[in-house]
């Protein structure tokens, strides 16, 4: 079984410049998380999609922060503008039930 | 609000055995248990439901107390692969699933 693809894996932006992330969850999964990860911390949830419906999105910071999960499947995050403390890793996950199955992760830093 | 983990940290010599606490300050649906390594992505260990049911695979093992909104990890005869970050991850009652990550555990298992 295929797992979480991210892409890309590493990206370096200055400040005030836009970036995108891409995540394909496990198929079949209709649960797909955005976490952000700081170095040293736990992954914070972002955006919880089911299906392509919002679950929950209460840190996500819409000023700058958005996404979008077109027909269910694959998800796209955008940061516009991006800042220096959005420096993190940012981390896709998708769930069929319960258990939450985590991509390689895209590590963003901004400069 | 994110459940607290002790200890913060551990260091331990091959062959000895710890214990990681969750404590949560809201009512639990449920409890996972994740180790990360540095610089990989979260890998899933196991959920706990409601129940108070002990689980456990080789020699980790955990205990969910609904009513004291708390989780116990249990390593056993812990092995140099165990070393990486403990996180639980809580969420709510099944429907309202705003999921949140522990403040996380650093294990050290040293020869």
């Known amino acids: 079984e295929a797992g979480v693809a991210q892409s890309p894996r590493y990206k370096i932006i200055e400040k005030r410049q836009s970036v995108a992330f891409w995540c394909n969850p496990i198929s079949g999964h209709a649960t797909l998380y955005w976490y952000q990860q700081i170095l040293g911390q736990g992954p914070k949830l972002l955006i919880q999609f089911q299906n392509n419906g919002v679950v929950d999105d209460s840190q996500l910071p819409k000023d700058r922060f958005s996404a979008e999960r077109l027909k269910g499947v694959d998800s796209t995050l955008k940061i516009q503008p991006a800042k220096l403390e959005d420096s993190a890793v940012y981390l896709c996950?998708?769930?069929?039930?319960?258990?939450?199955?985590f991509g390689p992760g895209t590590r963003l830093l901004v400069l | 609000q994110q459940p607290v983990q002790s200890p913060q940290a551990v260091i331990l010599r091959e062959g000895e055995d710890a214990v990681i606490n969750c404590s949560s300050s809201?009512?639990?649906?449920?409890v996972h248990w994740y180790r990360q390594k540095h610089g990989e992505a979260p890998v899933f260990l196991m959920i706990?439901?409601?129940?108070?049911e002990q689980k456990g695979h080789d020699k980790i093992s955990a205990s969910f107390n609904e009513k004291k909104q708390q989780s116990s990890l249990y390593l056993t005869a812990s092995q140099l692969s165990y070393s990486g970050t403990y996180f639980c991850g809580t969420g709510g009652s099944s429907g309202t699933y705003k999921y949140i990550f522990g403040t996380g555990t650093r294990l050290k298992v040293l020869a």
């Open positions: 996950a998708s769930s069929s039930i319960e258990t939450q199955y």
């Open positions: 706990l439901l409601k129940g108070g």
């Open positions: 809201k009512a639990l649906y449920s």
